[in-house]
């Protein structure tokens, strides 16, 4: 969940809109070719096809399985079976589409759209059968489309910076550079994502992500392998080998997501710190999509509706500490500490985000290719 300089208009608006002044937006009526073209008529709720099959297959992220997180649905249809398999990693997940596509429903990250709608993965969303739609904003809407289409839903969003114990580390940290600074030398975590790795290289350096060349990436590389003896270890779960390790007082100074930083501020386990970089924070948003070789298309429909409903969206904020795009959710916060993690009361923020740009294939698998070779050099 990356990302660099000064985004597209979009990019802003969902962040002015979308995020941290959710509270006081509107919604408004999508443009999207899906949505309902009778003005004044309320959205038909996706009835799943009696030809359809009353079972659903949902490509996931370890965690999300939970009932809480798709309650509304489980509430709705009770009969229905709902199975999920699980990816590692966005790339992980689209590979898994691209070898089998059995899944009928899949979630993913901001910067990975461009890629489902060119290989015919995912089916466009037909809006006008979401009763939850309008509680969207349309700068969150519109992150979800590709040539003007809705191909996707968008769910969850957060912030990516560096989250930092201010009992161990001496002042305020106020770049990303401090995930290289010697000084606190096996107590940085680096999260194990290599075009994670190239977004936190280009906003030291002031380089354009969508075109790095061979030149900066082979320097971009050389730092990552100079930085590697610094870590404990490079994280993949955030609930699994990296929160419980800043609990612990063992990371000093990490790349983080603000679900970590809740939930340190909660069980006030450490004294942490959530960076504001002179170099920008990341933001990311989650989608969810719905393969082109799915056979219950409603019924998809039907569950990414009720994703977004009041309870689910509400335990994504509650339990995770990750936004939800319902705007009725995130406009009744009112726990301080989740307050303080999305910097709602922090208007300046917005000039200090940067977001997840949309690059080639190509370019992600240089990254990734990298990466490796930064861990195995």
Known sequence: ????????????ILVTCGALLLAACQAQGSGSPGASAAAGSSAASAAPSVAEPNALSVLEWSGYEDPKFWIDFQTAHPDTQVNFDFGISDS?????MEASGQDDIFHFYSGWQQFYVDEGLVKEIDTSKLKNWDKVPDSFKKLGQINGKQYFLPWDWGFTSILYNTSKVSGTIDSWDALFNQAYAKHISMWDDGPAAVTVSTYIHGYDETNITDDQLAKIEAEWKLQKPLNLHYWTGEYTDFCPEVQSGDIWVAYAWQGCYATVLYDKSQPVAYATPKEGRNSWVGFYGISSQTDSYNLALQFLDDKLAKMSCENAVTNFYYGCVNQEVMAGITDPV??????INDPSILAHTNFTPLVTQAQRDAWTAMWLRVKGG
């Open 1 to 12: 969940m990356p990302a660099r300089p000064l985004r597209p208009h979009a990019w802003f």
């Open 338 to 343: 989740l307050i303080q993690a999305f910097g």
């Open 92 to 96: 992980d997940i689209l590979g898994k």
